[in-house]
Structures are given as structure tokens and as C-alpha cells.
């Protein structure tokens, strides 16, 4: 359970939540060249950099769970975008995904780091991944927002 101060209760995706969510590529990274993996790799690292915020939680400090790749140049774009949005006291803790990227991993992975914080709530823009923490945690309120109307509910 993650304790810093004050008692952390909420969880945020980040993109589609928190910042707005990059264009999906036009192929998918398997069929995808060196060179287009390439291409979409220093894309996403721009468009992290420059993401537009979406939605400033109410909360006085929360915690960012993303399936962003978890990589030491990702991880450092990622807490530079947030300190600078947010500031360290308001996101003092951030994980991003550290396997493939799927719907099975995502959902199983979210819940596992939300018991681990024990939070109440999280908030996620993913209709798959939502029903499935749904199922998982039952008492938690995983709540689903819209990034276009910038609405949450369960």
C-alpha cells in the first residue's frame, strides 16, 4: 500500500484520462518494418512530451497507472509531463506497464497495482479495460470516463 504523506485513494489512467491519447498507427507494430518501428517510437516520444492535458482530477494527490511501454526514456517523459501538469506532490507515484500490451495483461496488471495501493477508486477511458477491473475488483469504483465530454461514470 503506497503511504506518502497523505492516504492516496484514487487512480488515473494517463492517456485518455489524464493527457490525450496518441493516434493509433496506421499498422499494427507487427507489421511494421525496423524502420516504421522506428518512426512510431520517436513520434510517441514527442507526442508524450507535448500531450495536451485533458482533465485535472479533483484530488488532492493520486496515483497514474498507464500502459505506456516502461522503458527509462518513457519513464522520464512520463514524470516530466506529470511534475509539470500535476507537480510531484499531487502524482508522488506513477507505474507503467512492464509487459506486452494487451487487453488480458493490461487488466490484470491494473488490478493487481490497484490492490497493492489500496485504492477505492480508478479512473480509466478503456470500455474492455474497465469491464474487466470491474470483475477483478468488485470493491473498487472503476469508473469510466469520456475524454470528449470529459464525463466519469459507473
Not at 488480458?104 to 469491464?131: H, M, Q, Y
Request: hydrophobic share 40%; proline share 8%; glycine share 6%.
Amino acid at each position: 500500500m503506497i503511504r506518502d504523506g497523505d492516504e492516496i485513494l484514487c487512480g488515473y489512467d494517463l492517456d485518455g484520462v489524464l493527457a490525450q491519447q496518441p493516434p493509433p498507427p496506421e499498422k499494427s507494430w507487427g507489421h511494421m518494418n525496423g524502420a516504421e518501428r522506428h518512426a512510431r517510437l520517436v513520434f510517441l516520444r514527442t507526442w508524450y512530451s507535448t500531450a495536451a492535458p485533458i482533465w485535472n482530477p479533483p484530488d488532492a494527490r493520486f496515483v497514474v497507472l498507464s500502459a505506456r511501454k516502461n522503458t527509462s526514456d518513457i519513464v522520464s517523459i512520463t514524470e516530466s509531463w506529470l511534475n509539470t501538469r500535476f507537480g510531484y506532490y499531487r502524482v508522488p507515484y506513477f507505474i507503467l506497464l512492464p509487459m506486452p500490451r494487451t487487453i488480458r495483461n493490461v487488466v490484470a496488471w491494473k488490478a493487481e497495482r490497484i490492490r497493492e495501493c489500496g485504492l477505492t477508486d480508478f479512473t480509466e477511458d478503456n470500455p474492455r479495460v474497465v469491464s474487466g477491473l470491474r470483475k477483478a475488483l468488485p470493491e473498487v469504483r472503476v469508473w469510466l470516463f469520456d475524454p470528449v465530454t470529459q464525463i466519469r461514470r459507473l
